[in-house]
Structure formats: C-alpha cells, structure tokens
C-alpha cells in the first residue's frame, strides 16, 4: 500500500467541517494516511480537528503549541504540551505540561 500525506488548509478545512457527513469522510480519509498537515488555520480550526478525532474514536489526543493561537487546541485535547519559547508564555500556561 502507498504511503499518503494529506496537506489541507484553512479554506479546505472549513469545507471539510460544514456538516457530520463531511467530517466523516474527513475523518475516514485522514485514517488512511500517513500524516496529516493543518496549514493556515485559525485557532478555532485547530481545536475543531483535535475535537473531531476524540469525538471519532476511543483515543486519546495529543496537542502541540507554541504561541497564544494554540492555546485553544492544546485544551481541546486531552493531553497538552507547551513550547516555551520565541512566542511567548501562554501555550505554556494553559498546557498541561511544557518544554523549554
């Protein structure tokens, strides 16, 4: 089987969340591949993704930020790790753990 990536940004994404058939096949195809890249999305989008995976499936989520637009994301998921660094404090206050 081919490895995939899948690449989608902001716009495609909103397309992608309009209604539960949408996200659905969303979800399905993400499963497939290999890794999943969100690009130029807003922080609402981000904590969408990350609510769509734990709503789809019995794991646990893991979030990744470094800046205030993360922070939605990083409590959306059940674990959050922040990055302490160029952008500040903020990813790091509201994660539940943080890495310099």
């Not at 995976?53 to 922040?82: R, S, Y």
């Not at 990055?83 to 943080?98: L, P």
Request: hydrophobic residues 45%; charged residues 20%; proline residues 4%.
């Amino acid at each position: 089987m081919a490895r995939m990536s899948i690449v989608i940004d902001g716009p495609t994404l909103v397309f992608a969340l309009r209604d539960e058939e949408c996200k659905a096949v969303f979800f399905r195809v993400c499963l497939f591949a290999s890794s999943v890249i969100c690009c130029r999305v807003s922080p609402k989008q981000k904590a969408d993704v990350v609510a769509l995976c734990k709503q789809k499936g019995p794991w646990i989520t893991l979030a990744i930020g470094d800046g205030a637009n993360d922070v939605p994301m990083i409590m959306e998921a059940h674990i959050g790790i922040g990055v302490r660094g160029k952008e500040g404090t903020q990813a790091v206050r509201s994660a539940d753990y943080a890495v310099s």
